[in-house]
């Protein structure tokens, strides 16, 4: 039942976008910006990723920002594991940077991720914009927000991530 | 005499079909929903990522996340609620829908029905105008309409949810979706992954299940699994044995496959095997095996399509006095969406399926002709239309050809209106048929080599004219409420007739015509975080009369021996993270003819997680009566109260 509360308001939307398919589809991005702070309980940083374990867990994007104000209302008063979501807006990433999740939206952002290879950070991209370089990618299917797991690229940052997560992902690259 | 024996064909007999719509088949309706204003990631917040997995971002792939809105009497029984009810069956989850009349009639036979027209197995006439899927595949017997629900089982925890509409869908699915459609839905094998060890035991009961999931490939995973169940007897209303104690075995696979980014590929089966005891006639062996294959390709666009063809074998046998029938199937399926402009929306498919019944008889009943071939096929188009802000027409036709009876047209009109976020109000007209079967048309049942009952050459289509009003509001985040009314105008219902002057044989025709109306209503509200309570009811007034001409040989009642009211009552408690307590009250008005009383009956679970890998439960049926009657004594035995003690195991 928790269902049908949920899909009010949904519907609402999916019928907005029956009615003017050219326009930007806002629910995608709803979604997206879900799954950046879902998908947090089902990884594991090495303990050197926290400060404390009341310490902010850093979401990052890097470039163009799709998701705008959505991603705050999104993440406000929710907790991961104890620490509170922090969403960041940055330029340009480096090794050694700020941040547990990183989105990099546009083609450009491939580039940037290599130079983030070995680093404790979860690595977003979006296929549908050319994002091809990140641990987890989001891809259309049939209509629906999907994700592929790069995996050996999360252990090469030295993350572990769960059979549950691997086992919703379309595809996992090992 | 008549009674006994045509039971014995209705539970022992069997089988045949109608179309089957793919996937979720309740999805079908979701393009009907009304168009509305926007909304915001907060309805996103408390979805799980395998809910979030299936949100749909274009109204044409047809959503399931969002049927629960669209334009029709529909009632979702979720994987959690399933979880926590402490159902094993697929009837006794059933129970779950405030939409649908449950009643059981021996430890392994229940009547199902939407909006009354049950049947009255003492004046031979038997549930048949329900059409259930699972996974896509029709499940009703194409022999008789009905369902064998001792035949159908799916691991719990493999549904993803169970759809039930109640009233005609008949324009989408076809023929047998008269008074209700039920649809369920199992997981993909990518949520079902590792290992899964479970069982529930109790004193009558047990039932116990094995499933391993795992990947393949990059893009490739599967599951198998094995799952089996035993009841004991049930006692007959003078509290004597009914030596219906029974056994069933089931196992199976599902294999999901994403090629590219586009496409989606599924593979799955199950083979089945099971024994009824009974008490004089020997026990009935029970065997269905079945493979199915999806393909849904998707275009940039956001326009599908979907193939899906699937091969069943369902087989029923009695051992002592040579009854035997099987049925094969073979299924084929095509549909596909897109958007026709900016405010239309096009769903347009067809499909054929050829079906094969074979019939060993015996002295009391046999077939004419014994074996037969029939084709089936239909073509049916959908168009919605967004023609206002918030509100929408949706104009459908199925042609469907039936073996017996020629082209039947199955027109719908459906309207919904969203003034507000959070107020749906929807109407709609629809034309049903339940077409006739082999069970109607080709049966002989014979005394001392005499024939009794005859198939009726003439039989053709029950109909239905229904027409149907409700709406969804959506209170508050933490409450929702649905209502919906309809008046069904029936025509041409099956009836026993007799032969003038020498009364046998007596043979099936479309003596009956009548009307009923109704309000089903249900709703939930979350008091806490950690207490959920939901309520239901269903109010049914059906009046039946013979046509001009008819003998009237049995009474009206023969239609339908219906509840007028039902209710129910559900709470849902946690404690901390680790405790949930959930409660099912039901309450089932009288029977009127012949009468049962009225009954309340509740079911539950205590479930203990106590750790991230075991789950310990307790759980029970019918706990209120250690056994009660739900149909007339003549043919049903008492339902018993069960208790199970279970474990889960998840690696």
């Given at each position: 039942m928790a269902h049908i509360r949920v899909c009010v308001g949904l519907l609402a939307l999916l019928a907005t976008t029956a009615s003017a398919p050219a326009v930007a589809q806002p629910i995608e991005y709803a979604i997206k910006a879900?799954?950046?702070?879902?998908?947090?309980?089902?990884?594991?940083?090495?303990?050197?990723?926290?400060?404390?374990?009341t310490a902010p867990l850093t979401i990052c994007i890097v470039g163009p920002d799709p998701f705008g104000k959505m991603l705050d209302d999104a993440v406000r008063g929710q907790r991961v594991n104890g620490h509170p979501i922090e969403i960041r807006r940055i330029e340009a990433v480096h090794p050694g940077i700020a941040c547990n999740i990183l989105f990099a939206g546009s083609e450009a952002g491939n580039e940037m991720l290599r130079a983030m290879a070995h680093e404790?950070?979860?690595?977003?991209?979006?296929?549908?914009?050319?994002?091809?370089?990140?641990?987890?990618?989001?891809?259309?299917?049939?209509?629906?927000?999907?994700?592929?797991?790069?995996?050996?690229?999360?252990e090469q940052g030295g993350l572990a991530i769960s059979s549950k997560l691997l086992g919703l992902a379309v595809s996992v690259t090992r | 005499m008549l009674i006994g024996q045509e039971e014995s064909v209705g539970s022992k007999g069997a089988f045949l079909i109608r179309h089957a719509g793919i996937g979720p088949a309740v999805a079908l309706l979701l393009s009907c929903a009304a168009p509305a204003g926007a909304q915001s990631v907060e309805d996103l917040r408390d979805l799980s990522l395998e809910e979030l997995a299936n949100v749909s971002i274009s109204s044409v792939s047809k959503s399931s996340e969002a049927l629960a809105d669209a334009p029709a009497a529909i009632f979702v029984i979720t994987h959690d609620d399933i979880q926590r009810?402490?159902?094993?069956?697929?009837?006794?989850?059933?129970?779950?829908?405030p939409n649908l009349y449950v009643a059981q009639s021996s430890s392994n036979t229940y009547t199902i029905t939407a909006r009354g027209l049950s049947g009255n197995p003492g004046l031979v006439n038997f549930t048949n105008k329900l059409l259930v899927l699972i996974d896509g595949r029709s499940v009703y017997s194409p022999f008789y309409s009905g369902v064998f629900w001792d035949m159908q089982d799916v691991l719990p925890d493999d549904i993803e949810r169970i759809e039930v509409v109640s009233g005609p869908g008949a324009t989408l699915w076809g023929a047998n979706a008269f008074s209700g459609v039920i649809n369920i839905t199992t997981r993909r094998s990518g949520e079902t992954q590792g290992l899964l060890v479970g069982g529930d035991a109790g004193a009558r009961a047990r039932s116990g299940e094995l499933r391993y999931?795992?990947?393949?490939?990059?893009?490739?995973?599967?599951?198998?699994?094995?799952?089996?169940?035993?009841?004991?007897?049930?006692?007959?209303?003078?509290?004597?044995?009914?030596?219906?104690?029974?056994?069933?075995?089931?196992?199976?696979?599902r294999l999901d496959w994403t090629p590219g980014e586009l496409d989606a590929v599924t593979v799955q089966g199950d083979v089945m095997n099971g024994r009824i005891d009974a008490a004089t006639g020997g026990d009935t062996l029970t065997r269905n095996r079945n493979l199915l294959a999806r393909w849904t390709h998707s275009q940039k666009d956001g326009s599908a399509y979907e193939l899906q063809a699937y091969y069943d074998r369902s087989a029923r046998e009695i051992t002592q006095n040579g009854g035997r029938l099987w049925i094969d199937t073979y299924d084929l399926y095509l549909q596909h969406n897109n958007m026709v402009g900016t405010k239309g929306d096009l769903v347009w498919g067809g499909g054929v399926r050829a079906y094969r019944f074979n019939t060993v008889g015996n002295d009391s009943i046999y077939f004419l002709p014994p074996k037969r071939t029939l084709m089936l096929a239909d073509v049916f188009a959908q168009y919605g239309w967004a023609f206002a802000p918030g509100a929408k027409l949706t104009l459908g036709v199925k042609l469907?050809?039936?073996?017996?009876?020629?082209?039947?047209?199955?027109?719908?009109?459906?309207?919904?209106?969203?003034?507000?976020?959070?107020?749906?109000?929807?109407?709609?007209?629809?034309?049903?048929?339940?077409?006739?079967?082999?069970?109607?048309?080709?049966?002989?049942?014979?005394?001392?080599?005499?024939?009794?009952?005859?198939?009726?050459?003439?039989?053709?289509?029950?109909?239905?004219?229904?027409f149907e009003a409700g709406t969804r509001i959506q209170a508050s985040s933490?409450?929702?409420?649905?209502?919906?009314?309809?008046?069904?105008?029936?025509?041409?219902?099956?009836?026993?007739?007799?032969?003038?002057?020498?009364?046998?044989?007596?043979?099936?025709?479309?003596?009956?015509?009548?009307?009923?109306?109704?309000?089903?209503?249900?709703?939930?509200?979350?008091?806490a975080r950690w207490w959920k309570l939901r309520a239901g009811l269903s109010l049914l007034h059906e009046r039946f009369a013979f046509k001009p001409g008819a003998t009237r040989f049995l009474g009206a009642n023969q239609v339908g021996?219906?509840?007028?009211?039902?209710?129910?009552?559900?709470?849902?408690?946690?404690?901390?993270?680790?405790?949930?307590?959930?409660?099912?009250?039901?309450?089932?008005?009288?029977?009127?003819?012949?009468?049962?009383?009225?009954?309340?009956?509740?079911?539950?679970?205590?479930?203990?997680?106590v750790n991230?890998?075991?789950?310990?439960?307790?759980?029970?049926?019918?706990?209120?009566?250690?056994?009660?009657?739900?149909?007339?004594?003549?043919?049903?035995s008492q339902a018993p109260r069960t208790i199970l003690a279970g474990l889960k195991w998840r690696i």
């Open positions: 879900s799954y950046l702070y879902k998908f947090a309980p089902f990884v594991q940083w090495p303990p050197t990723a926290f400060a404390s374990p404790p950070v979860l690595t977003v991209t979006d296929r549908s914009h050319g994002g091809t370089g990140g641990m987890i990618q989001f891809v259309t299917i049939g209509g629906r927000v999907r994700f592929a797991v790069n995996q050996a690229a999360a | 009810s402490g159902a094993t069956s697929l009837p006794e989850m059933l129970r779950l829908a999931g795992g990947r393949l490939g990059g893009n490739l995973t599967a599951r198998i699994y094995l799952r089996g169940l035993s009841e004991d007897e049930t006692l007959n209303a003078s509290g004597a044995s009914a030596h219906d104690d029974w056994w069933r075995l089931q196992g199976g696979f469907e050809k039936d073996p017996y009876v020629g082209t039947s047209v199955l027109p719908n009109a459906r309207l919904a209106w969203k003034p507000a976020d959070a107020l749906l109000l929807w109407a709609s007209i629809a034309r049903a048929v339940r077409s006739p079967t082999p069970f109607d048309r080709d049966v002989v049942e014979a005394v001392n080599q005499k024939p009794l009952l005859i198939g009726g050459a003439a039989f053709r289509n029950e109909k239905l004219t229904a933490a409450a929702s409420f649905s209502l919906s009314a309809y008046y069904n105008l029936y025509d041409d219902l099956k009836a026993l007739e007799i032969t003038p002057i020498t009364t046998v044989p007596f043979y099936w025709a479309n003596a009956l015509k009548g009307h009923s109306y109704g309000l089903e209503a249900w709703g939930d509200i979350s008091l021996n219906d509840p007028s009211r039902q209710a129910t009552l559900g709470s849902s408690f946690n404690i901390g993270r680790t405790i949930s307590i959930d409660a099912n009250v039901r309450y089932v008005g009288p029977l009127p003819d012949p009468v049962v009383h009225s009954y309340c009956e509740l079911g539950g679970k205590i479930g203990w997680r991230d890998h075991v789950q310990l439960s307790i759980s029970g049926t019918n706990l209120l009566h250690k056994w009660h009657q739900e149909l007339p004594g003549d043919v049903a």
